[in-house]
């Protein structure tokens, strides 16, 4: 099937080219990458997630959340400890310079959505926001990836 050009698949190719651009450069004071960002914001503050839960909130596989934590943690923005019910399980919390980080995360990426609801109506964003969560929705039952 060829793409039709100006269609969907170079509309999102853009917007995920810009937007890691972008995360990669705000990010980049906080020694973190735009993958890393999406760990501290699934986190929240005073949460203690086992890494298991934490792979089914951004769905992503086990060894990814693990090898995510090795790194923020070497940041200093995350605490991995051992479960006390299951000594196999690790829980993940977000230190107090983590804490920090997710804030500033935050608020870059509440800078990058404010130029992407600037190119629509809030009607027209409202749609957008709706059919994308439909297709993630509907991406994220599929079991061929």
Not at 4 to 27: D, E, M, Q
Not at 132 to 137: E, M
Request: aromatic share 4%; hydrophobic share 45%; proline share 3%.
């Amino acid at each position: 099937m060829r793409e039709v050009p100006g269609g969907f698949g170079r509309a999102i190719s853009v917007i995920n080219r810009k937007a890691l651009g972008y995360f990669t450069r705000r990010l980049r004071p906080l020694g973190l990458g735009p993958g890393q960002q999406a760990y501290l914001l699934a986190l929240a503050p005073g949460e203690s997630v086992p890494q298991e839960e934490l792979a089914r909130r951004l769905s992503v596989d086990k060894a990814n959340v693990s090898r995510a934590a090795r790194g923020l943690e070497e940041l200093g923005y995350l605490r991995r400890e051992r479960s006390g019910d299951d000594a196999r399980a690790v829980a993940l919390s977000l230190t107090e310079r983590g804490r920090a980080a997710r804030r500033e995360a935050e608020r870059i990426a509440a800078e990058w959505l404010a130029v992407l609801r600037g190119a629509l109506t809030a009607d027209e964003w409202r749609a957008a926001e709706a059919a994308l969560g439909r297709i993630a929705a509907a991406l994220e039952t599929r079991a061929d990836d």
